[in-house]
Nanobody, 116 residues
Framework: QVQLVESGGGLVQAGGSLGLSCAASGSIFRANNMGWYRQAPGKERELVAAITRIGRTNYADSVKGRFTISRDNAKNMVYLQMNRLKPEDTAIYYC??????????WGQGTQVTVSS
């Protein structure tokens, strides 16, 4: 069964850092671009960062220069390093596969809370 499992969320003060990890089953990881999405209360889910199979990245304007997405193809892992966090970064963060520009398989999500 296809699976994505996120970890690493938590509570951090504004200006701090957190790292998220996503473990993927091999059959989907190698074949897919990957992304991190987030959904804040009362808001739509949005793409935060994406990475192609060969490591090309793109970011939402709101996180450029603060967040870094990376992947380790040997370990079937994708990561999101979040620095200089702001209260508006508070959300549930989801790992997902991306195919033809659209998310496919989702993880269960991990909560990130940034206190002011």
């Amino acid at each position: 069964q296809v699976q994505l499992v996120e970890s690493g969320g938590g509570l951090v003060q504004a200006g701090g850092s957190l790292g998220l990890s996503c473990a993927a089953s091999g059959s989907i990881f190698r074949a897919n671009n990957m992304g991190w999405y987030r959904q804040a209360p009362g808001k739509e889910r949005e793409l935060v960062a994406a990475i192609t199979r060969i490591g090309r990245t793109n970011y939402a304007d709101s996180v450029k220069g603060r967040f870094t997405i990376s992947r380790d193809n040997a370990k079937n892992m994708v990561y999101l390093q979040m620095n200089r966090l702001k209260p508006e970064d508070t959300a549930i963060y989801y790992c997902a596969t991306i195919s033809l520009g659209r998310p496919g398989t989702w993880g269960q999500g991990t909560q990130v809370t940034v206190s002011s």
